[in-house]
């Protein structure tokens, strides 16, 4: 299955050619050889992923969010970019208590007015490659009512300095703006959401534990929970798995359809929730999830941090040991 794209596919390859010179000419100026270093195959295929041409192009018509480290933002960040600091997202936006979830989305809403953005605004996340914080950023905002385009540079920072694209060091000033947030449960799985979906001997709902395997089995322990395992049906899919080159970039669609619809075999039509600990990696499963084409798909907030805090006796059923439950290691290292 592949998730069909439109305008900005379109306008791709209506300009190939003109692009490709373009293109070799800025990689050649830094000693880089292969195009999809700066046009990748993620890119060309999906909506809500862009690469570095069509953002030089487009850099006017977007809002910029960089969610790197403030040293390495003052080094050097995209033309007109502000910082989405990872701090400032993992905030107490949420709580899940025993009355049940409670929100505050005006935090996030405050960050984005900040950086000068408004609910119908196409913005484009970016970090220094493709990886969790960057997919947790577009959630996030998805999370708050975001109405615009919400995509994902694909390489991220360090393909767009090696292409020579227009960079700047200075600091940002906060923008004096406003932003109401409308927050979209479509997007977000409650605990109690979860709960209804699970029983003790399986899901009635797509699980995706996006942690590592040993997390997965409750090998690797944390002091921050009392149960260690994987929600009762859920399957493993390691995050880094979607990605290549350490993070770098997205993989292709071609492996993301063998990763999830072959290997994984799960099912577009039906429910799916992504889950890890904190829900930052099950960001990941749910925007690629969400690129090849599923419609019901939500990220556990809570995640593993939450469940792994309460008792099967009450509902929340949990598996344990090593070999338990379906890993899926289709890309694993």
Known sequence: MRHDTTGRRQFLLATGAATATTVAGCLGSVGLEEPDHYSTPAAAAYEAVVDSQWLEDNLEAVKLLDIRDEEDFLTGHIEG?????????????????????????????????EAGIERGDDVVVYGEG?????????????????????ALLDGGYTVWEAADAPIETDEVAAVDGHYEPELNMDVIATRAHVADRVHEDGADA?????RTPEEYWGLDESDRVSRHGHITGAINVNFPQ???????????????EQLWLEDAGLDPDQ???????????????WFILGLLGWDDLRNYEGSWHDWGTLSSADGYHYTSG????????TFAE
């Open 206 to 210: 797509q699980l995706v534990d996006n």
């Open 81 to 113: 970019a502000h910082r989405l600091p990872d701090t400032e997202l993992m905030r107490d936006h949420y709580a899940e208590t025993d009355e049940g979830y409670e929100a505050s989305p005006e935090v996030i809403a405050d960050i984005a007015a």
């Open 242 to 256: 979607n990605l290549v080159d350490g993070g770098a970039r997205l993989r292709s669609p071609e492996d993301l």
């Open 271 to 285: 429910e799916t929730i992504t889950y890890c600990t904190t829900a930052v990696r099950g960001s990941v499963g």
């Open 130 to 150: 493709s990886n969790l914080w960057e997919t947790y950023a577009i959630y996030t905002l998805r999370a708050i009512g975001h109405e615009g385009t919400v």
């Open 322 to 329: 090593e070999g338990s439950g379906t890993i899926i290691d």
